[in-house]
């Protein structure tokens, strides 16, 4: 006996709970498998977790400057190097998209230590 997919019509084994093909539920009342359709690159990018980073990242990135050109206090400029979390930790993942927000988030936080250590410098 088996058990095909209400989505794609793929002929699964009766044990299992989810299509093998496409992750939708075999068995009325479970959830989506999230891992697969992880897997199966149909990640949905949440837009407002991107502009979480993006923010993250320019706080982390200029505080340095910003707080120099205000205080003087300029060996905060390393606290900067912490805004390359986020965009290191995009850029290894498998989301085509993601990988390119977290290379323009390299970028900002690049020109941000940047000008923190010319205000440091200087
Ligand atoms: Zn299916």
Redesign the pocket.
């Known amino acids: 006996m088996t058990r095909i997919?209400?989505?794609?019509?793929?002929e699964?084994q009766d044990d299992y709970d989810f299509?093998?093909?496409?992750?939708?539920p075999l068995v009325e009342g479970l959830q989506p498998n999230q891992v697969y359709v992880y897997k199966a690159d149909q990640l949905q990018i949440n837009k407002k977790a991107i502009v979480a980073a993006y923010i993250i990242t320019i706080f982390l990135s200029w505080s340095g400057f910003v707080v120099g050109l205000i205080s003087k206090q300029t060996n905060l400029a390393v606290f900067t190097f912490f805004g390359f979390f986020m965009p290191f930790y995009l850029v290894q993942s498998r989301h085509p998209t993601l990988r390119k927000h977290g290379l323009v988030m390299m970028m900002i936080s690049l020109v941000g230590v940047g000008l923190s250590f010319y205000v440091m410098l200087h």
Request: glycine share 16%; charged share 25%; net charge positive.
């Open positions: 997919c209400k989505k794609c019509g793929f699964n299509c093998a093909k496409c992750g939708t």
